[in-house]
Structure formats: C-alpha cells, structure tokens
C-alpha cells in the first residue's frame, strides 16, 4: 500500500508537480493555498490513520499469538488430565481387594479356626 511510506506527502507533491508539468502542454492547474492546506489536512489525517490501523494490527497479531498458545496449552492441559484419568484408573484396580482378601473369608477363616481349636481341644481329653 503506498500510504505506508513514509514520505507519502513529499511523493504525492512530486507527483503532482511532475503531472502538472506533463500536462501543462494541454491545461494547467494550479492549486489555490486553500486547496493545498485541504490536500496537506487530508495528507495528515490519512497517514494519522494508517498509524492506528498499523498498530491495531500490530495489537490483534499479538492476541492471535496468544490465543494460539493459550489453545496449545489448553490441548496438553486436557492430554494431561486424560493420562491422569487412566492412571487413576490403573490405581483403583491395583487398590481393590482380590476375592481371596473379602471380609466374608476372613470372617470364615476365624470361625473355621474357633471350631477347628475347640474340636481338637474336645477330643484330646
């Protein structure tokens, strides 16, 4: 875009300069003092602008990279929280008791002992 030049207004007068002598041949114009404040006012307010709009770029260029890096870091935060689910996983299997550790057998256990010992105790007499 030729409005980021820098030295836009001194190019645009030179243009004009140079087309008003190409065509002086044919019809002249010249700008009135007025006319070229008008044209110099523009000129000002045009690059004015062009300035906020280079640093509104500037500026949502930047939250896309943030937003891009908060999407990433979102990604692996849920990777993790899914390894941490299997691992939990993993850990409530290895904490269950097995069949041979229910409270029911060792309930049994201790009255197949208490009968066992009294029977023999019974019978030794």
């Known amino acids: 875009m030729i409005f980021l030049r820098r030295g836009f207004k001194e190019s645009l007068c030179s243009l ?28 000002r307010m045009l690059e ?27 990604s692996l935060i849920i990777e993790y929280q899914k390894l941490q689910l299997e691992l939990k996983d993993d850990l409530i299997k290895a904490v269950q008791p097995e069949w041979y550790e229910s409270k029911q057998l060792y309930w049994a256990y201790g009255a197949g002992t208490i009968l066992i010992s009294s029977w023999i105790v019974g019978n030794v007499k």
Do not use: C, P, W
């Open 16 to 43: 004009i300069f140079l087309v008003s002598i190409g065509f002086s041949q044919e019809k002249t114009y010249t700008f009135t003092e007025e006319e070229m404040r008008a044209i110099d006012e523009d000129l």
């Open 48 to 74: 004015h602008k062009d300035s906020v709009n280079l640093k509104m770029i500037a500026n949502l260029e930047s939250q896309v990279s943030d937003y891009k890096k908060a999407s990433k870091n979102d």
